[in-house]
């Protein structure tokens, strides 16, 4: 069927599923939203003739919205090391879960939240060279043949294949979640909250790992640490001095790029996402803050 038989309405429905490439391709809602925006311009420039022509807009689509993540992903080096501190992805609410589910003006809004989303796959993403991150996001999460793929990166589909392999071993290789039932997650998570809510460093401490890890994005807009903190005892009095220097600080237990996490709010602003990871015995190995307050703009209808 060509673009005519289509129809605008079937093209403009294929928003949804380019908006949830975007995102895993390029970890910031908004970077995807001009993305997509960018494919779609693109779509309605094309004469009317040339788009009677096309067999499968939404693979016309994706194709081009997957070229104008891979500029930007070849620019995002350069701009990252320009970001004061650490940059993080933009995290993800649950609308379901809030009830707040909107006509689908928010790109947050069409995400499908799965295990492609996790906090510590988004991160390892963020090591693979353009090329990989493509080729695995296309193929390992959305299942796009690799002949497709080929003509987004300008290669042979053997040469994706590749690549898709090369991202692959860094994924496994990286430390990555237990296999954590989201009950035995969502319990950490709530620990975490009521030690943190009580100011008790030596719960904290139980809680976390020894080895565990927090990294945090302040965007050089509010304060945060530059660095990660590395070490259960620093987490826990880290902690326990934001909670200090916050009073009338609120955290509240919500789902983050579809797993339990805790948002923290004060005078009905929220201030911080943070995700967690955590290990087969139920104590949190990694802490994802993200207190730019430009990554928190799809948080702002918490309720």
């Known amino acids: 069927m060509g673009a005519a038989g289509a129809g605008i309405d079937a093209v403009a429905g294929e928003r949804r599923q380019l908006i949830n490439v975007a995102y895993r391709l390029l970890g910031s809602l908004a970077e995807a939203e001009d993305a997509v925006q960018e494919a779609y311009a693109r779509w309605y420039a094309l004469p ?4 009677d022509e096309i067999l499968s807009p939404g693979g016309w689509l994706t194709t081009v919205t997957g070229r104008i993540c891979l500029d930007v992903l070849g620019s995002a080096r350069a701009r990252r090391e320009r970001y004061v501190g650490a940059w993080l992805p933009d995290p993800l609410p649950d609308r379901a879960e809030w009830g707040l589910v909107s006509e689908g003006g928010d790109p947050a809004d069409q995400m499908v939240l799965d295990e492609s989303v996790a906090m510590a796959l988004l991160v390892v993403l963020e090591s ?27 290669r042979t589909p053997a040469a994706c294949k590749q690549l898709a392999a090369s991202a692959r071993r860094r994924v496994r290789d990286a430390p990555g979640p237990a296999a954590v039932a989201g009950d035995g997650r969502a319990e950490a998570v709530r620990r975490v909250k009521e030690a943190w809510q009580r100011k008790d460093i030596a719960a904290l401490i139980d809680l976390l790992d020894p080895a565990a890890v927090m990294t945090a994005d302040g965007g050089g807009l509010v304060g945060t640490v530059l660095r990660p903190v590395e070490g259960g005892a620093r987490i826990a009095q880290y902690m326990v001095a934001i909670a200090d220097r916050a009073p009338g600080l609120e955290l509240l237990e919500r789902s983050v790029n579809g797993a ?29 803050a993200v207190r730019n307050p430009e990554k928190l703009r799809p948080w702002l209808r918490d309720g």
């Open 48 to 51: 009317r003739s040339r788009r």
């Open 128 to 154: 693979m060279t353009p090329a990989e991150r493509v080729a695995f996001v296309l193929h390992d999460v959305f299942r796009y043949p690799f002949a497709e793929i080929a003509a987004i990166l300008g």
């Open 260 to 288: 339990p996490g805790l948002v923290a709010r004060r005078g009905g602003t929220v201030m911080t996402v943070a995700s967690f990871d955590v290990d087969g015995d139920g104590l949190i190995t990694r802490i994802w």
